[in-house]
């Protein structure tokens, strides 16, 4: 990538790759940036992910384009309609493809847009928390956070 910004966040850093035109990778993956500058997408995407966090942005707007099969770029794309301060388990979210439940699964584990690609919203079809790269203490924060804003369910989730 040709440009990076890190911003600390609740949940730790947060590392945001780029290059002139779409964000590649939004990760709390350690990642060696030295020597890389940060451009106006960047900055933008730290602005934006800010605001998310403060509660004053529900929906990310900025071009996005991680490397990735074509089932892949599916699920991804699923991800993205989950809607804010909600979940879906598994099993219904595979439901377009009940066979390959296990695939999706690990096509969540490969997205590197944390937060931006929803992937904390998935959960287990018993309610609770399965899987996340972040950890799965992120996914519970991300996960209570959005529900505070949105204004949905318990203020805190019991899992």
Request: glycine content about 8%.
């Amino acid at each position: 990538m040709n440009y990076a910004s890190v911003i600390t966040s609740p949940i730790g850093q947060i590392t945001i790759l780029a290059d002139d035109e779409f964000v590649h990778a939004v990760t709390f993956a350690e990642t060696n940036i030295e020597g890389v500058t940060e451009n106006r997408l960047t900055l933008e995407v730290a602005q934006q992910l800010g605001d998310y966090f403060e509660g004053k942005l529900q929906q990310f707007n900025f071009p996005i384009k991680q490397k990735g099969t074509e089932f892949q770029q599916e699920v991804w794309q699923h991800l993205l309609t989950i809607p804010f301060g909600e979940t879906i388990s598994y099993a219904k979210f595979s439901a377009h493809h009940p066979l390959a439940i296990r695939a999706i699964a690990a096509a969540n584990g490969k997205n590197n847009m944390a937060i931006i690609v929803p992937c904390h919203r998935v959960i287990g079809s018993n309610g609770k928390l399965v899987g996340y790269a972040g950890g799965l203490w992120r996914k519970k924060w991300l996960l209570q956070h959005e529900r505070e804003i949105a204004k949905k369910g318990q203020a805190e989730l019991k899992f």
